[in-house]
């Protein structure tokens, strides 16, 4: 009986030094479980904060996906946002982190804790009985026992829940960091669209050979000629001319003729253009034309563009070139423009396929790397890639070969400078006999261009873009379509731009009712009851329409004779406006100098 009593007494004994062991342990994962609580309960607060930028960032980049002109800012926010997105990602992955190294020696703990539960569970209540010779000490270490065993349960029930936290909130964690990637990745698309569309915004305010700048040149002498026209008119405008352009420069392939068709009926009347688009810089045709009578290639380009030198300037061996990054100006990008067909060197025109070489070369270094200003040209902070279309110049992304290679070769390095730097070398396909200056067409004078009579004798018999030398199918030619499909004008359709002027000339106010009558403006007969309200006669029946130009390229009288007017002179200029602005369908006036057809 002793032994028995000794044997439960160290039993005993050894309980006390266990149980409290465990105990402290206990009350330590306690405190730490419930600084966990804490600690969950803030992540799962930054998760969730997370998982809502996330769903903001989204719904953004969706919404903006499906716009055509995002804006810089719109792309710095959502940088901005993804930013902090990444930080407060960062933050919960540290936190996250180090809850598993807890963790992982809290389920160490966990393990025993189990291990010991597992053997206390099985022990006998009879041996915990016995393990005192007083039963009421006894029955203290039963009572004690399930205590402790009942507080290990909860820890670790406890601590099975936590690892389960810890577990959704990594999953949550990888889900919105797989969101942020996706939504890096868009928004890196979005800044290449951002980047092209500021490439195309750039392209339409520089003063290029292009079809926008040739429409808003347009644009500006017609606003000059005619006063007090609506933002709606100006767009009207445009579209009319947007829809009857075609090259704007002559391109790679030589361009057909167009023949007028007869008008069956009469009188019809059939007003053409000389030249197209600008007519600033180069004459392309007329450069053909040069060539073909004798000129060489230095003697083109400065028939064409003034105060300039001649020289070699090769400090920039490649170019960035929008869609093809930094390429070789010389064998990469120049061998590649489409601007002049490559057939013109076999039919004599080799020099000018080296005067567009120059220019090419020119324009290519000015666009990118300069800029004008009141200090003149001076060098860009930032270089702005060229486009590779019309809105620049047309780069095919491939070399041409043959003759062009050779002029691009034989030109080498040789640049159109003005006080030692590369000029804007502006070039059209056709001037019609005369070029503009930069200031007659865009409204900015520039050193380099000049008024030049293109023509070996008289004009327009002589001009070196028309039938004799050049042969441009843009040298005289009606534009557009009215009606009857075609550029031919009834005499009552040409009576009332007549009328339209006339009312006009009285007062600038009536021109916001003189748009097309098709398109919101006032029909004939509404502006023949004007004309008679204001006391002043219609134009009446035509006998005939007299065009006069002024010796430098522009039409500036159109003189009318009628049933009710024996002379009546009319302003060049205006009549091209109002031509532009009233006439149906998509006839207009392309340039400045115009002459009528009548038959």
Known sequence: MRRAALFVTIIFIFNLFLIPAKADELDEVENQLQQKQSEYQQTQSKIEQLKKQQEDLTKKLKNLSGQIWTTQKQIDELDAQVKETKEKLTEVENNLKDRQEKLARQQDFRDSTVRSYYKRSHASIVDLLLSSDKFSESAQNLAFQNAMLNEAKRTITALNQEIARFEEDKRSTEEIKKSLEENLAKIASLKKQLQAQAYQTQRQINEASSQKNALSGQLSSI???????????????????????????????????????????????????????????????????????????????????DNISLEKFEPHPTIPVVGYGEISLEDDYLKGIGEMPSSWGDSGG??????????????????????????????????????????????????????????????????????????TAWYSSTDGGYTRTSGDVWGGERP???????????????????????????????????????????????EDIFNALLLSEKASSYNQYLTQPDKGGWSMAAVKEALAKEGIKEIGAISSIQMFQDGAGFTNIVRVTSANYAVKDFDGAKFRSMFNLRSLGTLVIWTSLYDVLRE
């Open 223 to 305: 606003q000059n000629s005619i006063k007090d026209l609506t933002a709606r008119q100006q767009e009207l405008i445009r579209q009319k001319m947007a829809a009857t352009s075609e090259l704007i420069t002559v391109g790679s392939a030589e361009q057909d003729k167009q023949t007028l068709p007869a008008p069956g009926f009469s009188p019809a009347y059939a007003f053409f253009t000389y030249g197209y688009p600008h007519r600033v810089g180069m004459n392309q045709y007329g450069a053909y034309g040069r060539a073909k009578a004798g000129q060489d290639y230095q003697t083109i380009l400065k028939a064409y563009y």
């Open 448 to 494: 380099w261009t000049k008024r030049v009579k293109d023509t070996a004798g008289d004009w327009p018999g002589e001009a070196y873009d028309g039938p004799k030398y050049g042969d441009s199918p843009w040298f005289h030619k009606a534009w557009g379509a009215g009606p009857r499909g075609n550029a031919w004008m009834t005499e009552e359709e040409t």
């Open 350 to 423: 080799m020099e000018a396929l080296k005067a567009q070489a120059v220019a090419a070369r020119t324009f290519a270094l000015n666009y990118i790397y300069y800029s004008w200003g009141s200090g003149g040209l001076t060098e860009k902070a930032t270089p702005t890639p060229i486009c590779t279309d019309q809105n620049c110049q047309v780069y095919l992304g491939r070399n041409k070969g043959g003759n062009w290679e050779r002029a691009v070769e034989e030109t080498r390095g040789m640049v159109m400078l003005y006080q030692g730097k590369p000029i």
